[in-house]
């Protein structure tokens, strides 16, 4: 069964740091770009960040852009979401699905998907 085991979260004072982590399962990691999401409670999910599938290329929104840094590691079949200087607003579950157009096109229908890890900013 294919599918992705995001870990990393956790509860971490404004202007810390944490590093998500999401590890392919029953399939190929180099086949696909990868977006990580967010979802916080009682708001849409959030697009946050993308890598290519050789990782040569990256993209941010507006909101993480310069504080969150995404890489991977497909010999480990695994990708990166390294967060600094965390905000409150950045509480959300987040978790990464494959983009199997690519960074620069909707997600298909059957993108695979992990289940989560909660990431809590709060004092």
């Known amino acids: 069964q294919s599918r992705f085991v995001d870990s990393g979260g956790g509860v971490v004072q404004p202007g810390g740091s944490l590093r998500l982590s999401c590890v392919a399962s029953g399939f190929a990691l180099d086949h696909y770009a990868i977006r990580w999401f967010r979802q916080a409670p009682g708001k849409e999910r959030e697009a946050v960040s993308c890598i290519s599938l050789n990782g040569f290329r990256t993209f941010y929104e507006a909101a993480v852009k310069g504080r969150f840094t995404i890489s991977r590691d497909n010999a480990k079949n695994t990708v990166y979401l390294q967060m600094n200087n965390l905000k409150p607003e950045d509480t959300a579950v987040y978790y990464c699905?494959?983009?199997?157009?690519?960074?620069?096109?909707?997600?298909?229908?059957?993108?695979?998907r992990g289940q989560g890890t909660q990431v809590i900013v709060s004092a």
């Open positions: 699905t494959t983009q199997s157009r690519g960074c620069t096109n909707p997600p298909a229908q059957n993108e695979i």
